[in-house]
C-alpha cells in the first residue's frame, strides 16, 4: 500500500457511516473466511449444505403449520359460552338453561390455593416460561418414542398456555402435527395475554367432568360449594380432574383418586405453597364428594319453559344464532314467578285433577320400551320421563308373570311389584309408590288441566301450571290448549249489552227465545231455565243460557264478536248465537288476561313472564314493561311532583262497564254457581263454566289486583260425567289455591273508576229502593249495584215485590209439574243441555 493512501480514521466518521463502515468490513471478512473455507474442505461444504436445507425445511414447516392457525388475538376479544340464569320474581335464583355446566369468574375471584394446586398439577413454571416448557416437552418427545407403536398415550408434557390453546382454538386431535401447532400458538397466546388473563381464561374453560366447564362449576357438580367455599383437600382433588376428567370422579376410582389428589398435595408442599401438617391433614381426609346437588330449581317447569320458549325465539338457541342466545349468551333473566304461588298453583291442581280421577282403574302405561333391546335402564334415563308427586317414581315393567312383576328403575335397580292390573306388560312404563319391600302400581290422573294465575294490573303471570306434572307430559295446557270457554264467556256477552243501552237492571225473559237461522234451517227456539223475567245481574249469577243469547242478540252479535276480539279471547269468533255460550274456542292464558281486564278498568295487559332481560354484562338488553317515566333519570330533584309511570295496558273496553260487570260477578261467588268461594271472607268476583258433555270445567276470577282461571278435562275430549260442573270440579280448585297463598290475596274492596254510581236496589226486580240497606247476607234483597250516569233504574214499588214474588212461585211450581226435568244444578245448566239449548253448542 503506498504511503499516500490516506488512513480511515473511525472516531472522525458519524454514527450512520460508521454503522456502514463496521457493517461493510465485517461481512467482507466473513464472506472471506466463508469463501476460504469452501474451498479448501469438502466437509465444510457438507455441514453448510445440510444447514441450509435444514433451515429451508424449518422455514416450510413453520409455514405450513403456522399459515392456518387461528388467530391468538381472538382470545382478547373470547366470551366464555355461558347458561342463561332465570330468577324468580324474589331475584333468587330458580332455575338455568344449559347443556353444559358453566360460570365464569374473574381471576380475583379464585381463592390462591385453587391457583397453586392447578400450577403444582398441570404446570409448575407456568410464570416463567413463554408458552412452552422446555424440559416437559422434551420428557414428552421422549415418551412419545418409547410408546410409539404400542397405541398407549404418551404424556402430554403441555404448559397451562398449550392445554388452553387446544381447548379453544385447536380441539383434541392426538398427533404430533397438533402438538407442533400447539406449542406455536402458545407462543402466540403468551404475547397478546397477560399471565393472569390465561389463567382467568383457562380455569373457566377447562373441561372437569359431569358435564363441567371450569373450576366454579366443578366444585359444585362434586362438593355442591362454592369454589371460595372449599378445603384444601377439595381444592387439589379438582386439580387432578384435567388429566382424566371423566374418571377419578366415577364409583370405583376413589383409589386411584386419592392417590393422584396426594400427588397434587405434595407437589404444592415442595413448591412452597403449603406447609407439611397442611399436607398431612388434607391427605388423610376423604374424597367427600357429593353424590347428589341441593336443589336449585323451582318445581315450576312449565312456566320455566315457556320462559324458555319466548327467549329462544327472541334471541336465538345457541352461539350461532347470536351472542345473547339462550345456551351461550350468559343471559340473566328476571321473570314474574312467584314461587309460594307456584307452589300453591301446581299442588292445588293436582289435589283437584287426583279429586275428579277417584278411584279409576289404571288404563294405560305413560310409555313403552323395547325390552328385547336388553338395555331397559339406559331406554328409560333417555326418556327423561320421571314424576315429583309425593313418594311415586317413574319405572319400567321388567318381568310380568301372572300375579308376579318386577319394576326397573333407571339407575338399574329393580324390585317387587303389586297392585298389578291385568293390561300390565312387560315394558310398560308406569308410576309407581313403595309399598313393603317392593312398589305398587300408581295411576296418574287421566283427566288434565291447566291453571294461570295473574297481576290483573300489570299483566305479569306469577304461577303457571299445565298439567298434572310436566316430566310426565311437557304439553302446557295454560297456553298451548284451545278449549271451549263455556259459560266463562258469558261476561264479556253481558258486557257488550251494558256498551249498548242495558244495565245491571235491565228485565231479560227467560222462558223461551226463538230466532231465525235462514231459509234452510228456519227458526231455532230455545227452551229451559226458570221461566220468567229476571234482571240482567240474576242471568249472570245463576249462567242462564237463555238470558244470554237474548243478550248477545238483542246487543248484537257482530258487537259480541267485536268485544271477543278487542280482549284477545278468540281471533276468528263467529257472530253466531253459540259464541254467546262459549262455542269458539280459547286458552287459559287468554281468558285470564279478559277478566284481567274487568278487573283493571278495561285495561287489557297482554300477559308476561318475563319482566327483563340482562346480558352478560348485567346490561338490560329487553324489558317487558317499557312505559315512559319523564324525569325518573334527572341528576338532582327539581322540586317539581314525583315522576310517575304512565298507566300500562291497552284500553280494551269501556272502564265503567268493566266494574259493573266485576260487581256483578261478585255475586256469583255470592250466591250464584261459585259459593264454594264464598266462606275465603274476600271479595272475590268469577264465573264458572261448563261445555256441553260436559267435555271442560273452568273456574276463572279473582280479586281486583289478581286473577287466576283454571279447566279440567280430557286432552282427546269426552264425556266427563254428569257430576261435572265449573261450580263442583274447578271452583274448588281455586279455593285450595287462594287458601294455600292467602297472603298473597288482599281483602281490600274494588276501587271504582270514574263516573259510577253506587246504588241500592232489589236484586229481585233491579228496582231502585229508598228504605233499607244492603246487609253482609248475600241472601239480601237489597244490594249495591253499579251504575253509569242517567242510568239508574226507578224506585220499586211494593206491587214490584208481589210480582216478582208470584214469577218466583210459579216457576217452582212450574219445575215441579216437570219433575225436575229443568231443576237448577250446582252449576246453573240444564240437565239435558245439549238438546234443551237447541243444539246450539
Not at 240497606?773 to 237489597?782: L, T
Request: glycine share 10%; proline share 4%.
Amino acid at each position: 500500500m503506498s504511503s499516500d493512501t490516506p488512513t480511515l480514521d473511525p472516531s472522525e466518521l458519524s454514527f450512520p457511516a460508521y454503522f456502514r463502515y463496521r457493517v461493510t468490513r465485517d461481512l467482507g471478512g466473513a464472506a472471506a473466511w466463508f469463501g476460504e473455507k469452501w474451498r479448501a474442505s469438502l466437509l465444510f461444504k457438507l455441514i453448510a449444505f445440510a444447514l441450509a436445507w435444514l433451515i429451508v425445511l424449518w422455514l416450510a414447516v413453520w409455514f405450513f403449520l403456522a399459515s392456518d392457525l387461528p388467530e391468538a388475538e381472538s382470545l382478547v376479544e373470547y366470551q366464555t359460552p355461558l347458561p342463561t340464569v332465570v330468577r324468580g320474581a324474589d331475584g333468587e335464583i330458580v332455575h338455568s338453561y344449559a347443556r353444559e355446566r358453566r360460570v365464569q369468574l374473574q381471576f380475583a375471584d379464585f381463592p390462591d390455593r385453587l391457583v397453586q394446586a392447578y400450577i403444582s398439577a398441570e404446570d409448575k413454571t407456568f410464570f416463567t416460561h413463554g408458552g412452552v416448557d422446555v424440559t416437559g416437552t422434551a420428557n414428552a418427545v421422549f415418551d412419545y418414542a418409547t410408546k410409539y407403536g404400542s397405541g398407549e398415550r404418551a404424556v402430554g408434557g403441555s404448559t397451562i398456555t398449550q392445554q388452553l390453546a387446544k381447548i379453544l382454538l385447536l380441539g383434541d386431535e392426538y398427533s404430533v402435527t397438533r402438538k407442533l401447532k400447539e406449542m406455536i400458538l402458545a407462543s402466540r397466546i403468551e404475547g397478546v395475554l397477560e399471565k393472569e388473563e390465561i389463567l382467568e381464561l383457562y380455569l373457566n374453560e377447562i373441561p372437569l367432568g359431569r358435564r363441567s366447564f371450569g373450576v366454579q362449576a366443578a366444585a359444585r357438580a362434586y362438593f355442591d360449594k362454592d369454589v371460595g367455599d372449599l378445603e384444601l383437600h377439595e381444592v387439589a382433588f379438582l386439580a387432578i380432574l384435567p388429566k382424566a376428567p371423566e374418571r377419578y370422579g366415577r364409583s370405583g376410582q376413589e383409589e386411584a383418586a386419592m392417590n393422584r389428589r396426594d400427588f397434587v398435595l405434595a407437589q404444592m408442599e415442595d413448591n412452597g405453597f403449603i406447609t407439611n401438617a397442611e399436607r398431612s391433614a388434607a391427605a388423610a381426609k376423604p374424597l367427600g364428594l357429593a353424590r347428589q346437588r341441593s336443589r336449585r330449581s323451582a318445581d315450576a317447569g312449565y312456566f320455566l319453559e315457556e320462559v324458555r320458549r319466548q327467549l329462544i325465539s327472541d334471541f336465538g338457541e345457541t352461539a350461532e344464532d347470536g351472542e345473547n342466545s339462550v345456551y351461550a349468551g350468559g343471559l340473566w333473566v328476571r321473570t314474574s314467578l312467584d314461587v309460594e304461588m307456584q307452589n300453591a298453583a301446581r299442588e292445588s291442581l293436582r289435589r283437584g285433577l287426583m279429586r275428579y280421577h277417584g278411584r279409576r282403574a289404571w288404563s294405560r302405561p305413560i310409555a313403552t320400551i323395547d325390552m328385547s333391546e336388553g338395555n331397559w335402564a339406559r331406554q328409560l334415563a333417555s326418556s327423561f320421563l320421571s314424576v315429583s308427586y309425593e313418594d311415586w317414581r317413574v319405572g319400567v315393567v321388567t318381568t310380568r308373570t301372572g300375579s308376579s312383576a318386577t319394576i326397573g328403575f333407571s339407575n338399574g335397580d329393580e324390585a317387587p311389584l303389586t297392585n298389578l292390573p291385568n293390561a300390565l306388560k312387560a315394558g310398560d312404563v308406569i308410576t309407581v309408590s313403595p309399598s313393603g319391600n317392593g312398589f305398587r302400581v300408581e295411576t296418574p290422573p287421566a283427566a288434565e288441566g291447566g291453571m294461570v294465575v295473574q297481576n290483573a294490573q300489570s299483566g305479569r303471570v306469577l304461577a303457571m301450571q299445565g298439567g298434572f306434572d310436566h316430566r310426565l307430559s311437557d304439553f302446557n295446557r295454560a297456553t298451548q290448549a284451545m278449549r271451549q270457554p263455556g259459560s266463562t264467556i258469558k261476561p264479556f256477552v253481558y258486557a257488550t249489552g251494558l256498551d249498548n243501552g242495558m244495565t245491571p237492571s235491565t228485565e231479560i225473559d227467560n222462558t223461551r227465545y226463538c230466532y231465525y237461522q235462514g231459509r234452510q234451517l228456519g227458526e231455532k227456539c230455545i227452551r229451559g231455565g226458570r221461566a220468567g223475567q229476571f234482571p240482567m245481574r240474576y242471568g249472570l249469577e245463576q249462567s242462564q243460557n237463555i238470558m244470554t243469547v237474548q243478550i248477545g242478540m238483542q246487543a248484537g252479535m257482530s258487537n259480541v264478536v267485536d268485544t271477543i276480539k278487542a280482549l284477545n279471547i278468540s281471533d276468528d269468533a263467529d257472530p253466531y248465537a253459540a259464541t254467546s255460550l262459549g262455542s269458539e274456542e280459547t286458552s287459559v292464558s287468554r281468558i285470564v288476561a279478559a277478566y284481567g281486564a274487568l278487573a283493571n278498568h278495561g285495561r287489557l295487559n297482554s300477559p308476561t313472564v318475563i319482566d327483563y332481560v340482562q346480558d352478560r354484562m348485567g346490561k338490560v338488553i329487553w324489558r317487558a314493561d317499557n312505559r315512559p317515566c319523564n324525569g325518573c333519570n334527572m341528576a338532582s330533584y327539581d322540586g317539581s311532583s314525583m315522576p310517575r309511570f304512565g298507566i300500562k295496558g291497552r284500553q280494551a273496553m269501556d272502564g265503567r262497564t268493566a266494574f259493573q260487570i266485576m260487581h256483578m260477578l261478585e255475586g256469583v261467588v255470592t250466591r250464584g254457581t261459585a259459593t264454594v268461594l264464598n266462606d275465603l271472607g274476600l271479595p272475590l268476583f268469577g264465573k264458572t263454566g261448563t261445555t256441553t258433555g260436559p267435555k271442560d270445567v273452568w273456574f276463572v276470577g279473582g280479586t281486583q289486583r289478581i286473577v287466576a282461571g283454571a279447566y279440567v278435562g280430557f286432552d282427546n275430549p269426552r264425556n266427563m260425567g254428569g257430576y261435572a260442573y265449573g261450580g263442583t270440579i274447578v271452583a274448588p280448585i281455586i279455593k285450595d289455591l287462594i287458601r294455600s297463598s292467602r297472603d298473597h290475596w288482599s281483602d281490600l274492596p274494588p276501587v271504582a273508576p270514574e263516573g259510577i254510581r253506587m246504588v241500592r236496589v232489589d236484586r229481585r226486580t233491579g228496582k231502585r229502593v229508598q228504605a233499607g240497606w244492603p246487609s253482609r247476607d248475600g241472601n239480601s234483597d237489597i244490594i249495591w249495584e253499579a251504575f253509569k250516569p242517567d242510568t239508574e233504574p226507578e224506585r220499586s214499588t211494593r206491587q214490584d215485590e208481589i210480582a216478582a214474588k208470584r214469577d218466583e212461585i210459579l216457576a217452582l211450581i212450574q219445575a215441579g209439574r216437570e219433575g225436575g226435568g229443568q231443576a237448577r244444578r250446582a252449576e246453573g245448566e240444564p240437565e239435558n243441555f245439549a238438546e234443551e239449548q237447541g243444539g246450539i253448542y
